[in-house]
């Protein structure tokens, strides 16, 4: 490779990601490549798939297993070997500081000799030269000026959360993998079944499946038959979502788009034969919704994760030759507004190369102005370090925090995958929903309520309902809800009944319960002269009176007795309190 082409990668921190891809047909081929090695890769006792294509061609003569590997070298990544240790990119640890990154020609100014001296080395390469200065385009262009951020914490954590994020409020979570095949339990069941062997495991694959079934075989059944990108983006829309995160790549290592390092372990290659992650954001964005991209870190099995874990995370051969290069082809790929990183929990930062991806995502990536990211970059960054903070699943912080957070919930209290098991009282109703919801938005967070698909790709009914019944809720109360901010007080001090949210001058209080005698008390405002009170969904204004100890006492609209169970939540607007 020419001096100028490898140095203009390097100088972007993108490490040497594939320049050309052969054609790729459906079930599973691969223009004729063929693995190398002796290591087996979809061994029938738990080990992943997931690593990746060698640089042979020829016929592919070895037998290949449904959604498995037979055989490949984990020295060989997307058709060529890894890329050495790249300056401000994926590289291995040395044991002490990071080197400085050595410059390109002399300059940042240098680039577009650079990019000169590389595209009239490439010109004579022929088949190369169109894939490598395309390539060439995307890691110089926009990252010609001097990095804004370095790849520390420091600089880092004092980037600005996009405006957007925050205005948002409302997400929906997808759960969907190869673990809703088996459908029971929960996502985790394959670490479940031959990571900790559970008793309950073993006899449900021993019921339902062949003797000698492997995870891998699986893959095949995950079909996504049924799945409709445009009827989930206006599912997901009337449910009042502001923006969808799915699913790329769980803890078990499959990938629900073409990863080019997880040959015959994805979505492409095996079960849908469907590019999931590309059709849903496609999508979405045809319905003005924003699109997040949840994508694990580690994989469970995956040889490569369980050598560097064996090392003590001394080796760095899975982050190098897996995880990063698929973090930078969705990020080029799919240009993600939100990245939802997760399976950081076992190793620290420096294993994982997290600040250097950051670093590039926040300079010179093409989403680098609004992409959002969360926490759980390492085993000490949740709550601590990154764009905004989940702390854990389901995360309730019962006060105020100082910064920007979102709560996970599912609308499957035991699961986020699917479960063909589970029963209605395993589930979260209306009101428990909007609770959470009024609860986290009061809290100054964000709510992302989960559902998990079918294999076939159907959101079934029940979770249809209840994200149609937050729909109708956020239709009557939303302006109560998006791009609010928190008030002052945000309950009431005498009941967890009452929350409030804001607006400029604008107070809102919700209240979950409704009151005795249609009279609601509330302590917190204090009234003006001025104040005007209305309720969110009933036209005119609301009588009220001052409280003879402090705040004030509204008269509600009077409501007919009804044999429906009432709905959940009520806003008051209070315009001219303090």
Known sequence: MHPAFTCGFRSQGLGLLRLQRRPRGRGGSHGGQAAMGPTPWGQRHGVAPGSSRDGHRGSNRRKRHAGGYSGAEPGWVGGMRPPAPLPGGPQPRTGGPTAAPRRCLGSHGGAAASVAMAAAALTSRGSMAAAGLLWLAVA??????????????ASLDARPLPAW????????FVHWGVFSVPAWGSEWFWWHWQGEHRADYERFVQRRYPPDTAYTDFAPRFTAHDFQPREWAQLFQRAGARYVVLTTKHHEGFTNWGSPVSWNWNSLDTGPHRDLVGELG??????????????SLLEWFNPLYLADKESGFKTQNFVLKKTMPELYDLVLKYKPDLIWSDGDWEAPE?????TSFLAWLYNDSPIKDTVVVNDRWCNNCSCHHGGYYNCADKY??????????????????????????MNIAELMDEASIIEELVQTVSFGGNYLLNVGPTKEGVIVPIFQ????????????NGEAIYESKPWRVQMENSTDTVWYTSKGPVVYAIFLIWPRGNVLELSSPTPSPATQVSMLGFAGTLKWQKSPGKGLVITLPYMLPSPLPPQSGWTVKLEGVK
């Open 165 to 172: 994020f925050d205005q948002a409020k409302v997400g929906v």
């Open 282 to 295: 496609q999508a979405l964005r045809e319905s003005n919704i924003r699109y997040g991209l949840y994508h």
């Open 350 to 354: 420096s294993y994982w190369n997290s």
């Open 396 to 421: 309730k912080p019962g006060t105020l925090p100082a910064h920007k957070w979102e709560m996970c919930s599912s609308v499957d209290k035991l699961s986020w995958g699917y479960r063909s098991n």
């Open 465 to 476: 309902e209840r994200l149609l019944a937050l729909g109708r809720w956020l239709d009557t």
């Open 140 to 153: 110089l262009g926009p990252g010609l000026a001097a990095p804004r951020y370095r790849p520390d914490w």
